[in-house]
């Protein structure tokens, strides 16, 4: 392997960053501080109405010209990467929005998004408001919609993981990893029922079988889901 190419998005060397990839152009989203900018090779675009530090972008899979950015001054804005103005503002956190994930129920999209305010929030695309609130112990830093499973998953500053369902937001099953410290990444395997999720100590393999949809449903919903840890590498 070797380096195509490198870019400094901001001038100092001790702010937070991150990144997103287009899923089919060679572009790259960066939040730096407050400036978010769309990168292909050279900076093509700047969006700047955050007024505190990105903490997480999202492009949109269902229209890869528009993404999301969840803030630490509380809001959530999607823009369109042909326009340095965002479309619109989405506020109902009470603090620092931490990460976000797009989902699809009944075709219709939506949005999950995760803060220190200890709930996600699901969001409707079309109507541009919160439709549900899922409570937690304490602060979600993380959201993932699994790929193949209608499933949500939340990762909390407690080190839990919470599935819910994507069908009507009841929570399924809670997984425990307190010895391992907060969740700070979450990503599904696509193509199967596995979820890798990085902890502040180390890094979990799990296995999530959705059993109403195999037809073997005990009947309770908050069984219906089982997640089962095979291995944590500190």
Known sequence: MQKVTSFRALGRADVWCTLAVHPTQPYVLSGCATEIKLWDRNCIQTFEEHSAAIMALKFNPEDTNSFASASHDATIKVWSLDSPKSKYTLFGHR????????????????LISGSWDATAKIWDMDKKECVHTLEHESAVFQVVSHPNLPVLITGTKDGDVHAWSSNDFRLKRIHNFHDSGWVVGLACLVGSGRLVVAHKTGVSLMEIRDEEEQGGSTGSNENSLSATNLEIQS
């Open 95 to 110: 603090h620092v929005v931490n990460f976000l994930d797009f989902f699809t129920r009944d075709g219709q999209q939506y």
